[in-house]
């Protein structure tokens, strides 16, 4: 059975940083292509980033290029969103994904999404 346990959320103050967990269970990360998501309440959920697993490049939505990063580590088969320069925009829930390519991500498309995390809530306060 597959499980993405997300961890790494809170309250921070604009400008700040955080950094998201995933850890996953019955499934290998750097075999898998993974992603991040987040939702805001009554919006679609959207993509944020995503890290290949065929090539390990890594991809942006524009609104995050250059503040967040996507990192995983194989060993403690943990995947990583390091967040820099919170904006309240930011403030969503997040979630982890595994998903058959980056595309998924970038197009934010849901529906082809294999497995999600249970979601950490990031909040940013100005």
């Known amino acids: 059975q597959v499980q993405l346990v997300e961890s790494g959320g809170g309250l921070v103050q604009a400008g700040g940083s955080l950094r998201l967990s995933c850890t996953a269970s019955?499934?290998?990360?750097?075999?898998?292509?993974m992603g991040w998501f987040r939702q805001v309440a009554g919006k679609e959920r959207e993509g944020v980033s995503c890290?290949?697993?065929?090539?390990?490049?890594?991809y942006y939505a524009d609104s995050v290029k250059g503040r967040f990063t996507i990192s995983r580590d194989n060993a403690k088969n943990t995947l990583y969103l390091q967040m820099n320069s919170l904006k309240p925009e930011d403030t969503a829930m997040y979630y982890c994904?595994?998903?058959?390519?980056?595309?998924?991500?970038?197009?934010?498309?849901?529906?082809?999404?294999?497995?999600w995390g249970q979601g950490t809530q990031v909040t940013v306060s100005s």
């Open positions: 994904a595994a998903v058959p390519f980056c595309g998924t991500v970038l197009n934010d498309d849901n529906a082809r999404v294999r497995y």
């Open positions: 019955g499934l290998t990360l750097d075999a898998n292509t």
């Open positions: 890290i290949s697993s065929a090539t390990s490049r890594t």
